[in-house]
């Protein structure tokens, strides 16, 4: 597995856009950011990473077969052989949200995306979108 094109850590700019977003959602959910940590609630914390997938193909040599079992019954399937294959990159953000006397996890979130180059150009979009899902589910009702 490789993480991200380069395998280094997200920008300072990915990390600065994730926190606004995360911000941004929890005060529309009435919640707010103090400024020492000792007089928190709760407390945020995030990851993110990237990993490099390929979706096979199956090349126009590819055949249907019929594999009957041994009642006769069986199913389909379909052999592959060959092909290229699709490659893209799946961007993972997962957000804790950690009781701040018990110092524990208390909830998580997480998303994966296909990213695209139309992703590339509006990341910030795509960011507050990928947040917004999450953290859609806190607080649990």
């Given amino acids: 597995m490789k993480v991200g094109e380069t395998a280094g850590p997200p920008s300072a700019t990915l990390q600065s856009d994730i926190m606004i977003a995360i911000q941004s959602r929890l005060e529309a959910?009435?919640?707010h950011l103090v400024d020492a940590p000792e007089l928190a609630d709760f407390l945020v914390s995030f990851r993110i990473g990237s990993r490099e997938s390929t979706i096979a193909e199956s090349d126009s040599?590819?055949?249907?077969e019929h594999h009957p079992g041994p009642s006769g019954r069986g199913g389909w399937g379909t052999a592959v052989?060959?092909?290229d294959g699709?490659?893209?990159?799946?961007g993972i953000l997962v957000i804790d949200i950690i009781d701040a006397a018990k110092e524990q996890s208390v909830w998580r979130g997480a998303s994966?995306?296909?990213i695209t180059d139309g992703d590339r150009e509006n990341m910030t979009e795509v960011i507050n979108a990928v947040v917004d899902t999450i953290l859609s589910d806190y607080p649990p009702r």
């Fill in 29 to 31: 959910n009435n919640f």
């Fill in 61 to 64: 040599d590819s055949e249907s």
């Fill in 81 to 83: 052989y060959g092909g």
């Fill in 86 to 90: 699709d490659s893209y990159t799946q």
């Fill in 112 to 114: 994966s995306k296909k």
